[in-house]
T-cell receptor
Framework: GAGVSQSPSNKVTEKGKDVELRCDPI?????LYWYRQSLGQGLEFLIY????????KSGLPSDRFSAERTGGSVSTLTIQRTQQEDSAVYLC??????????????FGDGTRLSIL | AQSVTQLGSHVSVSEGALVLLRCNYS??????LFWYVQYPNQGLQLLLK??????LVKGINGFEAEFKKSETSFHLTKPSAHMSDAAEYFC??????????????FGQGTTLQVKP
């Protein structure tokens, strides 16, 4: 079956521009996560969606970052006024409802974002 | 705050040799523990997870890990390395509890090199 799909796979943009990254989770997975992978910071949690509950935004690094999940499926991560330090690979993962927390997360191949 | 330490950012072994990748966690209450592998330009793939059953966990591709509460460790091993095992390996944790969202806290990763 289809895994987690992310688009675009690569994005190059100029500093100051806005970017949108898309994640299409596995069908039936109610939980969706965004992570950022960068050389300096490693893998960091950004935001979590579960069903219709309010998202956990505790990992978003600044108010330039936002995300939404429409219809409990596709999610979009938006970065406004991009800065060079935003350059990273943005990974999306989905899982069944976390319950007690040990549902395995399935990752997409990521979007490699480069800010010039 | 919960943290994960992977000793050794790079590990090099010969093909056929034992693979040992180290992971220690910081919490007093054992979390859920995971090992993920990442091949170049791909997302993360789950190797194995520890929830609360047997302390020796078997995963895919011949890998296994042993949970040792007294040492707060969850080291990953494979008896005989293959060239195809060359990749980056991440240890990750998520706290237990009904309020847990399942968001993962990652170690810094260990790059495994396999020499012919």
């Amino acid at each position: 079956g289809a895994g987690v799909s992310q688009s675009p796979s690569n994005k190059v943009t100029e500093k100051g521009k806005d970017v949108e990254l898309r994640c299409d989770p596995i069908s039936g997975h109610t939980a969706l996560y965004w992570y950022r992978q960068s050389l300096g910071q490693g893998l960091e949690f950004l935001i979590y969606f579960q069903g219709n509950s309010a998202p956990d935004k505790s990992g978003l690094p600044s108010d330039r970052f936002s995300a939404e999940r429409t219809g409990g499926s596709v999610s979009t991560l938006t970065i406004q006024r991009t800065q060079q330090e935003d350059s990273a690979v943005y990974l999306c993962a989905s899982s069944l409802a976390p319950g007690m927390g040990h549902q395995p997360q399935h990752f997409g191949d990521g979007t490699r974002l480069s800010i010039l | 705050a919960q943290s994960v330490t992977q000793l050794g950012s790079h590990v090099s072994v010969s093909e056929g040799a034992l693979v040992l990748l180290r992971c220690n966690y910081s919490s007093s209450v054992p979390p859920y523990l995971f090992w993920y592998v990442q091949y170049p330009n791909q997302g993360l793939q789950l190797l194995l997870k520890y929830t609360s059953a047997a302390t020796l966990v078997k995963g895919i591709n011949g890998f296994e890990a042993e949970f040792k509460k007294s040492e707060t460790s969850f080291h990953l091993t494979k008896p005989s390395a293959h060239m195809s095992d060359a990749a980056e390996y991440f240890c990750a944790v998520t706290p237990r509890g009904s309020s847990n969202t399942g968001k993962l806290i990652f170690g810094q990763g260990t790059t495994l090199q396999v020499k012919p």
